[in-house]
């Protein structure tokens, strides 16, 4: 079929949507039939929501990478989002009795522009954060109601999380990263399928929060994925950060506390998987929150793993730590200001005291367990001393009111650091941001039942591209929240379609070298500006920290042990 034909077919579906029909399409799985959303300019999108882009990883497709997807007779009804995956959110504590979703998950939402003007349109495919444990491609949080003002489609995804989706034994029978390999099975669909729905299959952007913010960094990285985009946007998540990958050390003590909670055999792998293969789901989701140590901590365990070389498909082979990220894909990646703030706001409700008792108690246990250099370091009390030097001056205690330092020890060692080493080493074009607009609202006190205001807490850039139902209140229809948004929705749709990140269509806003962290733009109240030398001297400290002895990649002993 030619590239014109299938132009041409989208165009003509779309169009007999926008005179009043139900928007349909047909893609060589079958028909779908959609439903209308409008956007908060009054545009009307054509939604199609709940497609499978895979195989129901159920059966004896559990623990296996994911398949191609089935075909239907007739029309599939795409008005309704597919299950999310199975999750318990364990880094919400309101949430760690929670089991929500199912095995049969892997599905993907299309929003596309009823009335295309243009032949084809850029491609935004938004992949969720959640720790790799919990969330959604949900329409409630991730929907088009702001990003399809501009001329792109949108595509938001589900793939496998916690232990069914990041479960590594580090051979190859539970190799991991099958949550990885569904994202890339879904990059693989969005290339065979997009332009039945108006969509440029050579003009893709992968975007992701968090998690899914490591997650783009590792497609980049990945030669699983080579090809299947075109650009990429980080917000708050990276490889290198300890919440984006983990090493093999770590992975098996994840999988032997696992055995144990489900009273299986570790040894041999088989009978390990065979076991795992015998229990419902839930009872395998259902013991993450056993694995918590303090507080919200450890804030992942699943993670993306290295896989054997000997895996076939597999989609990442080193640790990310020992690969500059050798690509020329444009790359947009940034921060919030008190991206740490997600701990310190959970840290100050419920029992402060005996949160604070324990981290004074234990603090050269609690920060390799948090940072996870305790897998990585050859002398983690030392590493612990110049963190308590750095950002406490050798306090006799670290006390509730210490939440600036505190915010800012957990943004640099969870996240900053590895972002801004991750921009050192990509070879392609890179910019900078950090996102410090601060309204009365974030996410992280709904999240965490705190009225204590953060500041721009972690995953709070989400409100200016999202609508966010039921957690963010609306930006209304004027004001600064509402100007601050429109900017930030041209900021992300100009870099997909131009791949430079502008406020208007007329070039590029800042500027960039290869590898330098020296400029950024600030997003702040006031205004956008053009700035050098991000978080320089806490940068700078990260750097000088001994934290990753490469020579010895291996657990140290720990008075926290999973």
Not at 3 to 11: G, K, Q, T
Not at 358 to 369: A, F
Request: net charge negative; with cysteine.
């Amino acid at each position: 079929m030619s590239h014109l034909y299938l132009v041409l077919l989208a165009s003509l579906l779309l169009h007999v949507a926008s005179a009043g029909l139900s928007p349909s399409v047909t893609i060589p799985q079958g028909s779908l039939v959609g439903t209308t959303l409008t956007t908060r300019g009054g545009r009307e999108v054509s939604a199609f929501l709940g497609i499978p882009y895979a195989a129901p990883p159920t059966g004896h497709l559990r623990f296996k990478s994911p398949q191609p997807p089935l075909s239907w007779e007739g029309e599939r009804d795409a008005s309704k989002e597919g299950s999310e995956c199975i999750q318990q959110v364990t880094f919400i504590p309101k949430l760690q009795d929670v089991i929500v979703g199912s095995e049969d998950c892997l599905f993907l939402n299309v929003f596309t522009p009823k009335a295309i003007e243009k032949d084809i349109l850029p491609v935004m495919i938004y992949i969720h954060g959640g720790a790799f444990a919990g969330g959604s491609g949900d329409k409630v949080n991730y929907g088009p109601d702001l990003l399809l003002d501009r001329d792109v489609v949108l595509v938001t995804i589900n793939y496998r999380l916690g232990p069914l989706g990041f479960l590594s034994t580090g051979d190859t029978v539970l190799p991991g990263n099958l949550g990885m390999k569904d994202q890339s099975a879904a990059l693989q669909w969005v290339q065979h399928n997009i332009e039945h729905f108006g969509g440029n299959k050579n003009s893709v952007t992968i975007f992701g929060e968090s998690a899914g913010g490591a997650s783009v960094q590792l497609h980049v990285q990945s030669p699983l994925s080579k090809g299947l985009f075109h650009a990429a946007i980080s917000q708050s998540g990276s490889s290198l950060g300890p919440c984006g990958f983990s090493n093999r050390a770590r992975h098996k003590q994840l999988a032997s506390k696992l055995a144990q909670l489900v009273d299986c055999p570790l040894q041999p792998s088989e009978k390990f998987r065979d076991c795992l293969m015998a229990l419902p789901a839930e009872n395998i989701v259902g013991v993450q929150k056993h694995f918590m140590i303090w507080d919200m901590d450890p804030v992942v365990l699943f993670t993306p793993a290295e896989e054997p070389e000997e895996v076939e498909d597999a989609f990442l082979t080193q640790d990310p730590w020992t690969l500059s990220t050798r690509s020329d894909i444009p790359w947009m990646i940034g921060l919030t200001s008190e991206d740490g703030a997600i701990k310190t706001t959970s840290l100050t409700q419920g029992d402060v005291e005996g949160k604070f008792q324990r981290l004074n108690d234990d603090l050269y246990s609690i920060l390799p367990m948090s940072f996870m250099y305790q897998y990585t370091a050859q002398n983690p009390d030392k590493v612990t001393d110049a963190i308590k030097k750095f950002y406490f001056d050798e306090v006799d205690k670290i006390t509730p009111d210490m939440t600036t330092a505190l915010t800012k020890m957990f943004t640099d060692g969870w996240l900053s650091h590895g972002i801004l080493e991750s921009v050192r080493r990509h070879s392609g074009p890179v910019f900078v941001y950090y996102f410090a607009y601060n309204r009365s609202f974030s996410l992280c006190s709904v999240y965490y039942d705190n009225p204590w205001h953060p500041g721009v807490c972690h995953f709070d850039e989400l409100m200016y591209l999202f609508p966010m139902e039921g957690h963010a209140p609306t930006l209304g229809e004027d004001g600064p929240d509402y100007i601050m948004s429109k900017q930030m929705v041209e900021l992300w749709t100009n870099f997909a379609k131009n791949r430079i990140p502008a406020l208007d269509d007329s070039g590029q806003f800042w500027q960039t070298k290869k590898g330098s962290t020296k400029d950024y733009l600030l997003i702040s109240n006031n205004g956008f500006s053009l700035q050098q030398n991000l978080l320089a001297e806490r940068d700078q400290f990260w750097q000088s920290l001994p934290f990753r002895d490469e020579k010895s990649p291996v657990k140290r002993g720990s008075k926290y042990e999973l």
